[in-house]
């Protein structure tokens, strides 16, 4: 009898194209379920109202109280940075939520069972709100101009919008780290709504930098916000952009930070939940 030889396919790895057209759409297919996910009980006119009467009753409120307290008729200063501080209302509880949401929802188990790639998975959690909360800052800055007679003749709207995208990508970067937190502890809307207002104080949206403390200084540049904020002021002034990308370049670099931090944290998580079994605790 002739030997008979057949010839197997073998299972060999997928080619990088693969992988890389694989985690590219488990990217957008992950930011885009995440957001749906989030909003999903939201009706537009309950969405289009926190677009326009959350940055309205912000910047309103405490434009007229900065000029009261520090005797001024122009709320420039006050319109400019409570419009981009915006955009922490995206990046700090929209993200946290998309994170910590896995954990609330009992799916947690199935995503740290999968073979996805972590990190897309973990940075495609906040793509969408980056673009909803420089959506939110523009907004914020659309009012200004309508309400308060904020003057942007003078600016790079070119610049002024890489600035509100930047910025958006650093709070949202915060934001990850904070959703990490939501994975082992259930008080995390307290936390949120204490970083939110901390950043209201501490990166400069109503108090100017050189007014306060020097911790206070000292802790503001290790938060996002603070040299967006700066950098939109300095564009909106006429600034060019030897002067404004420096500070958005060291903005990026706050965000890149801490998306490091949350992914390390997320990966911490993730080992000791699978060796403590406590993945659907809540």
Known sequence: MSDITVDLPMAGRP??????????RLFWQ???????AMFHWLEPQVYLASKILMPISQIMFFSLLGMYASKTTDPTFYVIGNAIQMVAINGIFGVTMSVGGDR????????????ANRLTLFIGRAIVHVLDGALGAVLGLVWGVLILKLDLSHANLGLLALTIIITTFSTSALGLLLGCLSLITVNVMFINNTVYFLLLIFSGANLPLSQQPMWM???????PLTRGIASARLIIAGGNADEALPLVAAEFLIGVMYIVLGYVFFRWFEFHAKQRGTLEGV
């Open 15 to 24: 080619s990088i194209g693969k992988t890389l057209f694989n985690n590219a």
């Open 30 to 36: 992950g930011a885009y379920l995440s957001y749906v």
């Open 104 to 115: 609330w929802s009992g799916t947690l188990p199935y995503l740290f069972g999968s073979p």
């Open 217 to 223: 200084q000292t802790i503001s540049q290790f938060l």
